[in-house]
């Protein structure tokens, strides 16, 4: 029998094309999928505005943003290090522009990366950091962390993706995954403008029972979910750009201090933080 499906909401790409798209759930719920899937996604990627593939600190937003990246680079060493115990072989998958393997370089990580974007490969390897442009080339195994800093919503087939990712992984590797929540309360407050549904770019939107459903079929134990303080102002601030085409930041600053204390008692925030342990 053929599942049945829903459309949870509509919404648009509001960062290139302007096209709009459904969120469709299924019956298995707690993960949504972006339709229709545009034949060239890479198009949708082109725009001086999508800031993960660049380094500029020219407008406020963008030196705000450099600032938080810094904090949360430090925060994501710290993190890698208590859980592994010190140093050993990382793969960052959606590299991006390179800090992340830049700074774990220098706390003598073993690193490896993984970035589809040719500007950002550029970028990164001006820091001292070579990265591959797929993740199946790739050719090492046994990796003591693979990180996947808001990049598995981006992946066409996931369970194929996954599956790779958990056999490079050595026994009781761990594996880190950060992802939006659509239950979280800015979510649920900027509805179809919410940034971080980010069509089509965002193929895939995870609630915290959806994730660990698509992880574990692979062997991949949740440890420990964490929530990521700043995405909420993050998300808030485009979301009112895309709601009213300003940047709004007293407006923004409230809305994800809302978000944040109300994840404080449920527990669902703009974003976690997601540990895996390869069984």
């Not at 407008?59 to 208590?82: C, D, G, M, P, T």
């Not at 992340?100 to 706390?107: D, E, I, P, Q, R």
């Amino acid at each position: 029998m053929k599942a049945k499906h829903n459309t949870f909401i509509k919404t648009k790409d509001f960062l290139v094309s302007a096209e709009e798209f459904s969120l469709i759930c299924s019956e298995a719920q707690g993960v949504l999928k972006t339709t229709p899937i545009p034949e060239n996604l890479e198009k949708y990627y082109q725009s001086e505005e999508y800031i993960s593939h660049t380094d500029s600190k020219e407008s406020i937003f963008e030196k705000a943003y450099q600032l938080v990246k810094k904090i949360a680079l430090n925060n994501k060493i710290k993190l890698i290090k208590k859980l592994n115990n010190g140093s050993g072989k990382l793969l960052d998958v959606g590299s991006g522009t390179g800090d992340f393997l830049a700074v774990a370089k220098k706390f003598n990580w073993k690193v490896f990366g993984v970035e589809p974007n040719k500007e950002a490969r550029t970028l990164s390897e001006k820091k001292g950091v070579s990265v591959c442009e797929n993740l199946t080339d790739i050719q090492e195994f046994n990796f003591d962390v693979i990180t996947l800093w808001h990049v598995l919503e981006h992946v066409l087939d996931i369970d194929s993706y996954v599956s790779i990712i958990s056999r490079k992984l050595k026994p009781d590797g761990i594996l880190i995954i950060a992802v939006p929540n659509y239950k979280s309360k800015d979510a649920q407050h900027y509805k179809k403008f919410w940034a971080a549904y980010d069509v089509p770019r965002h193929i895939w939107h995870f609630s915290k029972s959806g994730i660990k459903r698509v992880l574990e079929k692979h062997n991949l134990k949740l440890l420990k979910t964490k929530p990521m303080w700043f995405d909420s102002f993050y998300v808030s601030l485009l979301s009112e750009k895309y709601k009213t085409g300003k940047l709004n930041w007293i407006k923004a600053g409230f809305i994800g201090l809302y978000s944040n204390l109300a994840g404080l008692r449920s527990k669902e925030y703009s974003s976690h933080i997601y540990i895996f342990k390869k069984q």
